[in-house]
């Protein structure tokens, strides 16, 4: 039994357990069919257990769900038992931020959208360092070190062999806001240069004329699964973290990526005001 399932175990059992609801099976008449405890089906769905991907699969039989590509997805977030290099954070930061870290790592695409900072992935050491000492919740030396290696670290699925295709989305403002001071910032945006001409890496910009737009003041990272039931939101907010995959949620944030594409410079004009925000520092 786990005491502290991680994110991604949560999932596997939230999933399970919608694939149960679609049947009309409540959890006692699921373990019949299955053959185990009430309480094994309830401590699956509650990533409190572990469950194999034989297991999956025969759920999915029970369940009558003929989403082979679903159930593909769901046996193989079962076979990965490796410890992550977040588990070394375990008990020194908050649980939601290595929960970040292991949804990147086993992403298919990523995509970001924000407006007043630089994505985290694209962050510079400098940049990222003057970001935790401005927390609203001051933060101690070491403290800030713990998470500044923790965000350098988790850039890595833009350097790994077969590295992550990403798509970020920053507004104009958060080019020109020199955080860190002008040479901090300069260093940023010739990052944002140089990671953009990654051929996995795509960089657009939304600048101040185009005004109000759809999700304007938020910021968003989707994380793409092996299939759009798997997908994941995570939204920065006030008291933390948070992580949305209902249906509807991942419906409609899809559609706002979307429009905000639908209105943002393209990756060259991008590079263009990239150019001009420096010249001007």
Request: glycine residues 6%; charged residues 25%.
């Amino acid at each position: 039994m786990r005491s502290n399932p991680t994110g991604r175990q949560l999932r596997l059992g939230t999933e399970l357990r919608k694939l149960r609801e679609r049947a009309g099976l409540t959890a006692a008449e699921a373990s019949q069919l299955l053959g185990v405890k009430p309480n094994q089906i309830s401590n699956m769905e509650a990533g409190r257990a572990g469950v194999s991907a034989e297991r999956v699969r025969t759920m999915a039989c029970t369940y009558e769900c003929s989403d082979t590509a679903h159930i593909k997805a769901l046996a193989g977030m079962t076979g990965d038992r490796r410890r992550g290099w977040w588990e070394e954070y375990r008990e020194i930061l908050p649980a939601p931020l290595l929960d970040l870290a292991e949804l990147e790592h086993h992403a298919q695409s990523l995509r970001d959208a924000t407006t007043a900072r630089i994505p985290g992935l694209l962050q510079t050491r400098e940049y990222a360092l003057e970001i935790f000492r401005q927390a609203v919740t001051e933060l101690s030396p070491p403290d800030i070190e713990h998470r500044l290696s923790f965000r350098i670290k988790r850039q890595a699925v833009l350097y790994r062999a077969e590295p992550t295709p990403y798509k970020a989305i920053v507004h104009e403002a958060a080019l020109r806001m020199k955080v860190g001071g002008t040479a901090v910032a300069r260093q940023q945006l010739q990052h944002l240069l140089d990671m953009s001409d990654r051929d996995h890496i795509t960089l657009r910009a939304l600048t101040f004329d185009v005004g109000a737009y759809p999700g304007s003041g938020q910021s968003i990272f989707y994380a793409h699964g092996p299939v759009a039931q798997l997908d994941t939101v995570q939204l920065d907010q006030a008291h933390g973290v948070a992580f949305l995959d209902a249906e509807a949620q991942l419906h409609k944030y899809r559609t706002l990526f979307k429009r905000i594409e639908g209105v943002a410079l393209s990756p060259p004009e991008t590079r263009s005001l990239i150019h001009s925000v420096m010249r001007n520092l």
